[in-house]
């Protein structure tokens, strides 16, 4: 079992920055991938930026590249969310969320982190 943890949310005026991290815990050897989705005001819940365990490809949805950067400290079990040029619309409650292969859905989350950006 992995256990994850959120950290690093909070208000924020458009055109700011907040680093969002995610640590991992438990059996995190059996981790594949990691990604950053997130859920906003009457929104479905949606990828925001993934990135693999053992290796260094990154994933982005096409409303935050460039401005979202994800990155990872493989010794602390981290995965990191830099988030600059914040928008309103990035206003959400984000998760990360593992996976254990590449072919299966991510099945473990977090308890989430609120993220609010105020115009």
């Known amino acids: 079992q992995v256990q994850l943890v959120e950290t690093g949310g909070g208000l924020v005026q458009a055109g700011g920055s907040l680093r969002l991290s995610c640590a991992a815990s438990?059996?995190?050897?059996?981790?594949?991938?990691m990604a950053w989705f997130r859920q906003g005001p009457g929104k479905e819940r949606e990828f925001v930026s993934g990135i693999l365990w053992r290796d260094v490809n990154t994933y982005y949805a096409d409303s935050v590249k460039g401005r979202l950067t994800i990155s990872k400290d493989s010794a602390k079990d981290t995965v990191y969310l830099q988030m600059n040029s914040l928008k309103p619309e990035d206003t959400a409650v984000y998760y990360c969320?593992?996976?254990?292969?590449?072919?299966?859905?991510?099945?473990?989350w977090g308890q989430g982190t609120q993220v609010t950006v105020s115009s």
């Open positions: 438990g059996r995190t050897t059996s981790i594949y991938a």
């Open positions: 969320a593992t996976q254990v292969a590449a072919n299966k859905n991510f099945d473990t």
